[in-house]
């Protein structure tokens, strides 16, 4: 069986007043991802995972932020669509693995909910994902809980013909 690996990386502002949506799910938080789309920086990063491994276009190419088409967009319609595209090339998703970095909203009491709702989005099993929040040790231009940074690393395996 043929594997290959993708790595995906997504930044957004956190500001006052925008739902906290990440991972396809909504943080009890005051402040929340800003974006042309609805911003949900570890969706984004998990489809330029997927994207990357299949040898596609990235998500910004795919669903440009120039474009009002996506103004507003649910991110879980823009991960469903790169997922078809990553299977019509011909692949399966083996795991995703997820590092959250912020000092915004607290990621572990929200780990499993946010592993169920990948998982759902991705058509896959809970257990094909994970995830974990990361603080930043008040260090950086994220600390303060004034941003977020998402990393995503998936192993994507190529089905027989
Ligand atoms: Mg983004």
Redesign the pocket.
Known sequence: MKIRVGMGF?V?RLVEGRPCKLGGIVLPHPSGPL?H?D?D?VL?AIADALLGAAGLDD?GTLFSDQDAQWKDADSAKLLAECLRRVRRAGFEVGNLDVVIATEGPRIAPHRAAMRASIARICGIEAQQVNLKGKSLEGLGALAGGTGIAVQAVCLLEQRSP
């Open positions: 997504d957004h974006g789309s911003g920086a984004h998500l």
